[in-house]
């Protein structure tokens, strides 16, 4: 878990780094916090259907590029680390699941300045670990899910002014098109990463690994902030050689928004 946070810090510093040497082009950054509810199920582990909670921390940035004169395009990155805790319907056993989620992809805006919409799509490289363990002493405590997936983006987005203050309402959706999974054969133990570990790797797309990622926000500027709230869902079902695996998230999100504007002067919040 430490580790894992250096990690999503290490993403931070770099982008604020990254924001020092870009002066010059618009950035936006997001810093926000997460909790819900998971369902989950994993054969490898248990054939019972899992539910609980979890919370997540994600850091996620937009910026401009740099050669397109027509600032149509942007490019898109997201850091994310969750923790999660669920149990069987019964009670009798606790599995716990700790998750990495990186990504970065770029996006064409078409804009409609009249009616202050814009309508986003473009491509989405997205990086999926989780590990799950089982709370109890069984024989195969541990799983995960990795996956590298090239995505379809897309999002609609409405900015508005009311009573002197900005509003902009966003939703985003990404659905993975093809990429590469890991899927382990029943009896393969984790613990033995020897001979024969790369042949379960598989290609993996819409037709054997579904991925939905897709969230509504809304944000609001204050007297000298700008914060988001909103509502996130994923949904990930995937399986082969007879285990099914599946994992599905509904989140409360509640962040930060620093905008910096394309003069070099800090203004949070002019969309």
């Known amino acids: 878990m430490r580790k894992w946070l250096c990690i999503l810090l290490l993403s931070v ?122 709370g109890s002493s069984v024989n195969k405590p541990y799983s995960m899910d990795l996956a590298v997936n090239l995505c379809a983006m897309g999002g609609l987005e409405w900015a508005f002014r009311a009573k002197k203050t900005s509003y902009r309402l966003r939703y985003m959706v990404r659905a993975n098109m093809i990429g590469m999974d890991y899927l382990p054969d029943y009896w393969h133990s984790y613990y033995e990463m020897g001979e024969g570990v790369l042949g379960d790797f598989r290609c993996a797309g819409m037709w054997n690994h579904r991925h939905l990622q897709h969230e509504l926000t809304f944000d609001m500027q204050l007297k000298r902030s700008t914060w988001r709230v909103g509502i996130a869902h994923e949904y990930l079902e995937y399986g082969e050689k007879g285990m099914m695996f599946s994992r599905e998230m509904v989140s409360a999100v509640v962040g930060c928004v620093w905008q ?5 002067a800090k203004d949070l919040t002019v969309w």
Not at 66 to 85: A, H, I, P
């Open 13 to 134: 510093v770099c982008q604020v780094v990254a924001l020092a040497e870009n002066w010059g082009v618009e950035h936006e950054n997001v810093l926000s916090v997460r909790y819900g509810g998971m369902w989950m199920q994993d054969q490898y582990l248990s054939p019972l259907l899992y539910s609980g909670q979890q919370v997540g921390l994600s850091n996620e940035w937009w910026q401009e590029f740099r050669c397109d004169s027509t600032k149509k395009w942007e490019n898109v990155g997201k850091m994310d680390v969750g923790f999660g805790w669920m149990y069987n319907n019964m009670y009798t056993n606790l599995i716990y699941s700790l998750g990495l989620h990186g990504g970065w992809g770029a996006c064409y805006n078409w804009e409609f300045a009249d009616y202050g919409l814009r309508v986003k799509l473009g491509p989405y490289l997205d990086v999926d670990l989780m590990g799950k363990m089982h």
């Open 260 to 264: 910096y504007r394309v003069r070099g």
